[in-house]
């Protein structure tokens, strides 16, 4: 089994930034495409960005100016920098592992947007 573990959520004012980080398994990290999503209550899980096993990356256009996804090779993460958040931006935060034609899911991190 693939664990997924994510950190880095919490409480921030409108405009500040946060950097979550999702944790794998450090014998599959360079053979997986890792991707961030989240989902406020009462809405549809939203796809965000996604860094393939080669190192290329892909942000979704709801995003893309103010979240980026990059590796942390010496821990196995995937971390994903919120610049300029608003209070739509509140939501729990998921990550995902495509491994070995499988899909993996952490439990999520919690991000909390005050105006």
Do not use: H
């Amino acid at each position: 089994q693939v664990q997924v573990v994510e950190s880095g959520g919490g409480l921030v004012q409108a405009g500040g930034s946060l950097r979550l980080s999702c944790a794998t398994s450090g014998s599959i990290f360079g053979s997986a495409s890792m991707a961030w999503y989240r989902q406020a209550p009462g809405k549809q899980r939203e796809y965000l960005a996604r860094i393939f096993n080669v190192g290329s990356t892909n942000v979704a256009d709801s995003v893309k100016g103010r979240f980026t996804i990059s590796r942390g090779n010496a821990k196995s993460t995937a971390d994903l920098q919120m610049n300029a958040l608003e209070p739509e931006d509140s939501a729990t935060y998921y990550c995902q592992v495509l491994y070995n034609g499988d899909t993996f899911w952490g439990r999520g991190t919690q991000v909390t947007v005050s105006s």
